[in-house]
Nanobody, 125 residues
Framework: QVQLVESGGGSVQAGGSLRLSCEAS????????MGWFRQAPGKERERVAT???????PYYSDSVKGRFTISDNAKNTVYLQMNSLGPDDTAMYYC???????????????????WGQGKQVTVSS
């Protein structure tokens, strides 16, 4: 089975940057769609960014395009670089993964079988 271990995140002032990392363990890294969802209190869970391992089919939500960059190391770790952060980015960020399948279009929360514990990102103004 796939275990997702998250690191990074934290607190930053508006305009600053943070990075999230997600390492897949206990299972082959290849042929996975991986990325992050986020959820703020009182709001629905939102897909932030996903990427197919190897760098294919990157997806970004409209709210983070141009500010966030998703990448991987072609081994076992996916990264989310978050720049120009604002208070609206404050949320719990969850690393997610699925074996094969779609990674850009028509992807739903229920499609991802593997979830990390979540990392808090807090942006103060």
């Amino acid at each position: 089975q796939v275990q997702l271990v998250e690191s990074g995140g934290g607190s930053v002032q508006a305009g600053g940057s943070l990075r999230l990392s997600c390492e897949a363990s206990r299972s082959p890294y290849s042929s996975n769609c991986m990325g992050w969802f986020r959820q703020a209190p009182g709001k629905e869970r939102e897909r932030v960014a996903t990427i197919y391992t190897g760098g294919a089919n990157p997806y970004y939500s409209d709210s983070v395009k141009g500010r966030f960059t998703i990448s991987d190391n072609a081994k076992n770790t996916v990264y989310l670089q978050m720049n120009s952060l604002g208070p609206d980015d404050t949320a719990m960020y969850y690393c997610v993964a699925r074996r094969g399948g779609a990674c850009r279009d028509g992807v739903q929360v229920a499609d991802f079988a593997y979830w990390g514990q979540g990392k808090q990102v807090t942006v103060s103004s």
